[in-house]
């Protein structure tokens, strides 16, 4: 989703996947002039240390993105997550920009009643939210980095992820016609996919105003507790039957409300709504079989 954004600028773009999932999204872009495909590693220091030597922006997105994928592969986890960044921002000159995908999850379980700023500490739940927050600290210790906390991403790409919550809730909700939900009042954030993609755009265009800082990102509208996501699934599902369990507890116990003022400040505002993305999830779930659509 990012990369055409970043070539219809006008710029080149490498892009290091090992294709961890079997994956075949990069091939969209193989034609365009600017675009460069390296099958690697990213914990490779062989494979990083030309390609980073020649880069004027650093985007490291490579992850094992989200608790399940974590919890079952701990090590991997460890390696790609924190051992790959510190080899990055090894590797790196201080004048190159970094701008790090974080995950706003770092600030873990909280009454969901107060707005989490920049400044909230962060106290993750998981495995995964500890990584990331262990890989920003090592950036944030070096010059000219960009950390972007983002919301829970929604709405369709190539490589379709069914964990994350506003897609799995329509997936549910379209095939099965039913819901289960714990924890009804936790409040989450969401951002839609082409906003998160817009931001990095926006980061890559204002990175020497924006390098040093942390932002949120999330839509303000979509600061919202499981119970309203599911009614807002509802009104174009009709027929879905939603139990929210009084007994039970979801393992990822998210609760927080950010503030993306800090952002607004910078130029950038997630437009996309919602109710937006959910309509496309419904026409892409149309073209999806049943198969392995998460990262575990
Ligand atoms: N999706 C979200 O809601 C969200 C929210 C906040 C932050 N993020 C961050 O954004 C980034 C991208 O997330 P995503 O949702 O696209 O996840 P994803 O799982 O779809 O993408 C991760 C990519 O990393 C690749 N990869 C994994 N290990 C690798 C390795 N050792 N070498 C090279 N490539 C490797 C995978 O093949 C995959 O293409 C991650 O850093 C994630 O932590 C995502």
Redesign the pocket.
């Known amino acids: 989703m990012l990369t055409p954004r970043i070539l219809d600028q006008g710029w080149s773009v490498t892009v290091?996947?090992?294709?961890?999932?079997g994956?075949s999204?990069p091939a969209a872009c193989a034609a365009r002039p600017g675009f460069r495909f390296v099958l690697?590693?990213?914990?490779e220091e062989g494979v990083m240390r030309s390609l980073v030597e020649e880069a004027d922006v650093l985007l490291?997105?490579?992850?094992?993105?989200?608790q399940k994928?974590c919890e079952r592969a701990p090590r991997l986890a460890r390696?790609?997550?924190v051992d790959?960044i510190a080899l990055l921002n090894r590797l790196r000159r201080p004048d190159q920009f970094v701008i790090f995908?974080?995950?706003?999850?770092g600030y873990g379980a909280t009454t969901g009643q107060v707005l989490c700023t920049e400044e909230t500490e962060l106290s993750p739940v998981s495995l995964?939210g500890r990584t990331?927050v262990e890989a920003e600290r090592i950036l944030r210790a070096t010059p000219n980095v960009v950390v972007l906390r983002?919301?829970?991403?929604f709405g369709p790409s190539p490589?379709l992820?069914l964990d994350?919550l506003v897609n799995d809730f329509v997936y549910r909700a379209l095939r099965d016609r039913f819901l289960v939900v714990f924890e009804k009042d936790f409040k989450r954030n969401f951002?839609h996919i082409e906003d998160?993609a817009d931001c990095f755009v926006h980061c890559i265009r204002h990175a020497r105003e924006m390098g040093g800082e942390v932002y949120n990102v999330g839509a303000d509208e979509a600061n919202m507790s499981k119970e309203e996501l599911v009614r807002l699934v509802k009104t174009y599902i009709p027929d879905l039957y939603v139990h929210f369990a009084e007994v039970g507890s979801d393992p990822d116990r998210r609760n927080y409300i950010v503030s993306n003022e800090k952002l607004r400040r910078a130029g950038f505002v997630a437009r996309r709504t919602l109710q937006q993305g959910i309509e496309e999830l419904l026409r892409s779930y149309a073209m999806l079989r049943p198969g392995p659509y998460h990262?575990a």
């Not at 290091?16 to 999932?21: E, G, K, Q, S, T």
């Not at 490291?60 to 989200?66: E, K, N, S, T």
């Not at 983002?150 to 991403?153: D, E, G, Q, S, Y």
């Open positions: 290091v996947d090992n294709l961890l999932y994956q999204g690697g590693d990213v914990r490291p997105l490579a992850a094992i993105v989200g994928a390696e790609v997550n790959a995908p974080m995950t706003n999850s995964y990331k983002l919301a829970t991403v490589r992820r994350l951002l998160a990262n």
